[in-house]
């Protein structure tokens, strides 16, 4: 898509710091880290919401943020190693790929202010059953 900022760095017409590319998937190095070493990795094809992209996209989306997270582990040793789905800012499917130094690295807002919601188990159970096939 033209005026998209992560298929511009996709295609190479702007620059990124590359860590991982193949004919479906390309990884880059957050410019805004929460730790050092914090991935973004999108597929080539322009989609907004991850559930919207074509299986064999996602197949290879998830396979290279493995392959990634399991280097990110290997080479920084971080704590632990987390992912985060959101996409509020750009509207094409990216997953961070977080090296993990401290359990609130990758943890919400709601979480942080103490507002997490304690619903009733009746509510869980409707919830669950809208969700379930
Ligand atoms: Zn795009």
């Not at 017409?13 to 929460?34: G, R, S």
């Not at 989609?47 to 493995?66: C, I, P, R």
């Amino acid at each position: 898509m033209a005026d998209c900022i992560f298929c511009k760095l996709s295609t190479g017409e702007l620059p990124t710091n590359k860590v991982y590319e193949d004919d479906k998937v390309f990884a880059f190095l957050d410019k805004h880290p929460i730790n050092p070493g914090h991935i973004l990795v999108i597929p080539k094809s322009h989609v907004a919401g991850f559930y919207n992209l074509e299986n064999e996209d996602y197949t290879s989306l998830m396979l290279a943020v493995k392959k990634l997270a399991a280097r990110v582990n290997e080479k920084l040793h971080p704590k632990k190693v987390g992912l985060i789905i959101a996409g509020w800012d750009v509207p094409h499917t990216h997953i961070h790929i977080v090296p993990m130094l401290d359990y609130h690295d990758i943890t919400s807002k709601s979480l942080l202010d103490g507002k997490r919601a304690n619903p009733a188990d009746e509510e869980l159970l409707e919830i669950a059953t809208i969700l379930t096939d």
